[in-house]
């Protein structure tokens, strides 16, 4: 079992709120065959497709939904599932993901 970080990133959320957010990415190799035979460095790609996966999933979401423990959940979930769609190929299992403290830089404007 390894892990890595998700350096913190600064993102739009859905509702236009700004925060700053990271993530631990806890994995396992299940195939080391397929690992050294489908890509050439797989730490790299992993954290460069984790970084993406993350961005992408909580832009679509708002302060209120990342701030509900349930609902953060489901999108820690949402990212460890869509990782593992890519890297199970890979012979790689992505076991939790983890997102850091959420850091709240601007509000969402008040609609009305």
């Given at each position: 079992?390894s892990?890595?970080?998700?350096?913190?990133?600064q993102?739009?959320t859905?509702?236009?709120?700004?925060?700053?957010i990271?993530?631990?990415?806890?994995?396992?190799v299940t195939?080391?065959?397929?690992?050294?035979?489908?890509?050439?460095?797989?730490?790299?790609?992993l954290?460069?497709?984790?970084?993406?996966?993350?961005?992408?999933?909580?832009?679509?979401?708002?302060i209120?939904?990342?701030?509900?423990s349930?609902?953060?959940?489901k999108?820690?979930?949402?990212?460890?599932?869509?990782?593992?769609?890519?890297?199970r190929?890979?012979?790689?299992?992505?076991?939790?993901?983890?997102?850091?403290?959420?850091?709240?830089?601007?509000?969402?404007e008040?609609?009305?």
């Open positions: 079992n892990a890595f970080s998700v350096p913190p990133q993102l739009i859905h509702d236009g709120g700004i925060i700053e990271g993530a631990e990415v806890h994995y396992a195939d080391c065959v397929a690992l050294v035979s489908q890509v050439a460095d797989y730490q790299e790609m954290r460069s497709l984790a970084k993406t996966v993350l961005i992408r999933l909580t832009v679509k979401q708002t209120s939904q990342l701030s509900i349930k609902e953060k959940v999108c820690e979930s949402a990212v460890r599932d869509e990782i593992n769609g890519q890297v190929k890979w012979g790689i299992n992505i076991r939790l993901v983890e997102f850091c403290e959420i850091k709240l830089l601007k509000a969402p008040k609609e009305g």
